[in-house]
Nanobody, 113 residues
């Protein structure tokens, strides 16, 4: 059974940083395309970034230059380093197995002073 579990969310001041984690079980991240998405209540879920099985990364324009996706194959975990956060980054962040269309439960990120 494949599971994705996000963690690392929280409250941070504008300009601050957070690192989210997506721990994956039942699927090797080294052979999987994994995406990060975010959703504000009342809005559609928004794509943030994708890391391909080959390690290539793609970013939405809204986060390019501020967010960095990475992974640790030994820990079977993906990370999303988020810098220079703004209140517009406030959302629930999800990771997703692209192939299986399987989502984690999400982690809340709140950027506020």
């Amino acid at each position: 059974q494949v599971q994705l579990v996000e963690s690392g969310g929280g409250l941070v001041q504008p300009g601050g940083s957070l690192r989210l984690s997506c721990a994956v079980s039942g699927l090797r991240v080294s052979i999987a395309d994994i995406g990060w998405y975010r959703q504000v209540p009342g809005n559609q879920r928004e794509w943030v970034t994708t890391m391909s099985s080959g390690g290539a990364t793609y970013y939405a324009d809204s986060v390019k230059g501020r967010f960095t996706a990475s992974r640790d194959n030994a820990k079977n975990t993906l990370y999303l380093q988020m810098n220079s956060l703004t209140p517009e980054d406030t959302a629930v962040y999800y990771c997703k197995s692209i192939l299986l269309n399987l989502w984690g439960q999400g982690t809340q990120v709140t950027v506020s002073s």
